[in-house]
């Protein structure tokens, strides 16, 4: 776990994962990646180790729902630490906050806020993925 650490940090990137002898760097912000992965490569969560930046609870969800074995985070939201030891993912984290902050610094992040009561990492799939639906749709027109 402490060469992915080694490599979050040095490399700047978003997420870092290994799985047995493989090994991905991701660099998309928020649960993006991880939201990619579980819809297309589920199989290469499954008992991977994840170091990552910022966690709160859409990504530990998605996390939960790959089959993520061990993770480590610098932050990690309350709300999420509740849901990844109900799962018996593996955790740590140099910092736990009471929420996530959204990038502008002045309130919550909308997936932190929108997943706050959902009660399982289903439930929590189902809002995230329309949240990234709409802003890849937006995304996209923007582009227009």
């Known amino acids: ?12 990137y978003s997420c870092v994962i290994r799985n047995g ?3 991905r760097v991701f660099t998309q912000r928020g649960v ?11 199989a290469f969560l499954r008992g991977a180790w994840v170091a990552d930046k910022v966690v709160g609870k859409a990504a530990v969800s998605l996390m939960i729902l790959g089959g993520v074995e061990r993770l480590h985070t610098g932050v990690i939201s309350t709300p999420a630490v509740e849901l990844a030891a ?4 593996e955790i740590a ?6 929420h996530i902050i959204n ?12 997943c706050y009561d ?8 189902v809002r995230i993925g329309g949240f ?6 937006a995304q996209a027109q923007a582009a227009k």
């Open 1 to 12: 776990m402490e060469e992915l650490i080694r490599e979050l940090r040095e490399g700047g």
């Open 21 to 23: 002898d493989e090994r």
């Open 32 to 42: 993006a990646d991880l939201y990619d992965l579980l819809q297309h490569d589920a």
């Open 86 to 89: 109900a799962s018996g993912m």
């Open 93 to 98: 984290f140099d910092e736990q906050v009471p």
């Open 103 to 114: 990038r502008a610094h002045d309130g919550w992040c909308p997936l932190e806020r929108l």
């Open 118 to 125: 959902a009660a399982t990492a289903e439930e929590c799939l």
């Open 132 to 137: 990234i639906e709409r802003m890849r749709a």
